[in-house]
């Protein structure tokens, strides 16, 4: 998906393009982050870590929200 944007944006070099993951904003979006992470992982290399309720939208403090960070990070280490 990220690859067919970039595409269509004319980018070039789009190989040399990574991202940075948001997990509070993936999580806003109603994203699976297993399924975001399967996805993109290969095109990950910066992480902003904030914990998110989904529901009420607002960010909050780590741990305190409904991501599950021990998975996130052990799904990360496979692309690393």
């Given amino acids: 998906l990220l690859l067919e944007v970039l595409k269509k944006l004319n980018v070039d070099h789009v190989n040399q393009v990574n991202v940075t993951y948001d997990t509070g904003?993936?999580?806003a979006a109603g994203i699976?982050?297993?399924?975001?992470?399967?996805?993109?992982?290969?095109?990950?290399?910066?992480?902003?870590v904030k914990?998110?309720?989904?529901?009420?939208?607002?960010s909050v403090e780590?741990?305190?929200g409904e991501l599950d960070f021990s998975e996130i990070f052990s799904l990360l280490k496979r692309y690393r």
């Fill in 62 to 64: 780590y741990g305190a």
């Fill in 32 to 48: 699976a982050y297993s399924d975001y992470i399967k996805m993109i992982g290969h095109k990950i290399d910066n992480i902003h």
């Fill in 25 to 27: 904003n993936v999580n």
């Fill in 51 to 58: 914990d998110r309720i989904r529901r009420s939208g607002q």
